[in-house]
Every structure is written in C-alpha cells, then in structure tokens.
C-alpha cells in the first residue's frame, strides 16, 4: 500500500532577488494563500510607488512645477515607509510564531528590531 502525501508549492519572490519556496500540504493551503494574498498586497504597494515615481519623472520632464514635484516624492517616501513597516511587523509577527522556546522567541524579537531599527 503506498500512501500518497499531496504537497502544495508556492513560490514567493521579495526584494532583493530573494526567492523562498514554501511546501504546504493541501489541508493548510488556505492558509498558504492567505500568507500569498498578504505577499501580492506588498507587491502591488511597490508598483503604485514605482508608478508614482514614474509620474514624478515625466513631470519633471515636463518642466512642472517645484511644489508639485516635492509634493509628489513626500507622497513616495510616505508610502515606502508604510511599506517597509508592514514588511517588518509582518517579519516579527513570523519570528514570534516560529520561536520553539523563549530564549529562541527574545533572539527572534531581537532580529525583528534591529531590522525595524535600520529602516529608521
């Protein structure tokens, strides 16, 4: 008798060039897609960033106004920061949940800081 495990693999690209490969099996895939709906809400922020700074660039070509502009990439910064702090709440709400014991749970929580310390 062969017993067949089925397996779900899904592929999440983040910055950088970094690429994880997640195996679920199929009773948790619900689960799965809802950490890959979360992963598609940050892609789909960064490409609004990317259009807006697309935007910037063609008003400048078009010799649009100082305020306008400045106005624009306050807009950008604005949104990259809220990026980057869903990226890092979301990195230590995972850290936390991973932790085996509460020595590995501090070190984790530690990790997530430090990043959250260097976005700054």
């Known amino acids: 008798m062969v017993i067949q495990k089925s ?3 899904l592929l999440t690209i983040y910055l950088y060039g970094y690429i994880i490969c997640i195996s679920v099996r199929e009773k948790n895939l619900k689960e799965a897609a809802q950490v890959n709906s979360y992963e598609v809400k940050i892609i789909n922020r960064i490409k609004r960033i990317e259009g ?8 400048m070509d078009e010799g649009k106004d100082c305020k306008a502009v400045v106005t624009q990439l306050s807009a950008v910064r604005s949104g990259v920061d809220h990026t980057i ?10 850290c936390i949940l991973e932790a085996k014991s509460n ?3 501090n070190d984790s929580v530690q990790e997530a800081m430090e990043l959250l310390v260097k976005s700054r």
Do not use: D, H, P, W
């Open 7 to 9: 397996f779900v693999y």
């Open 52 to 59: 807006q700074l697309r935007g910037i660039l063609k008003m």
């Open 85 to 94: 702090g869903v990226i890092v709440s979301q990195n230590l709400k995972e």
């Open 103 to 105: 020595e590995a749970a």
